[in-house]
């Protein structure tokens, strides 16, 4: 009997390991190791491409790796972004690297605003979700066959109705 408790416990702390790792904050480097950068390969795609396959929840952060004086953090409204216009930003980031707690939901409008740099490619738009969605390799205890194809959502708990 003993034994069958141990698995129990074992069991329901991988599922709250599971469960916290999926709504703990997480880090992001943007662009990864190619850094904060102007004339990025490729141009303004680099940048969405990089947060393209990226979930970003509400308060994770975001490292800018840029050396100080080479390159700032602007946050703009979308209509500035689009246009590169840096004129009254809602807020400059000027020592580097710096990190940016998302602390909202909703679309984030980073460029960096030396003469060119955004008009080169060195801007960043993403979207900050509340939750992330469970990720599709998410090691979950082998489940008898079953031929269910939605094992992930539904079991989830949802503040909304599935309907
Ligand atoms: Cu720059």
Known sequence: M???ENVAII???AFAAIFLH???AEDFTVGGSTGWIN???????FYSNWAKNLTFKLNDTLMFNFPA????VAILTQLNFE???FTNPIQVLSTGPARVTLGRTGEFYFV???T??????????????TVSPIPPHSPLPPVEASNSPSLGPASFPSEEPFL
């Open 69 to 72: 004086g080479r390159h700032v």
């Open 2 to 4: 003993a034994k069958l």
């Open 112 to 114: 960096c605003a030396f």
């Open 83 to 85: 246009k590169c216009n």
């Open 116 to 129: 060119g740099h955004c008009s080169s490619g060195q801007k960043l738009s993403l979207n900050v979700v």
């Open 22 to 24: 999926s709504t703990e």
């Open 11 to 13: 069991v329901v702390a």
């Open 39 to 45: 004339n990025p390969p490729r141009g303004a795609s």
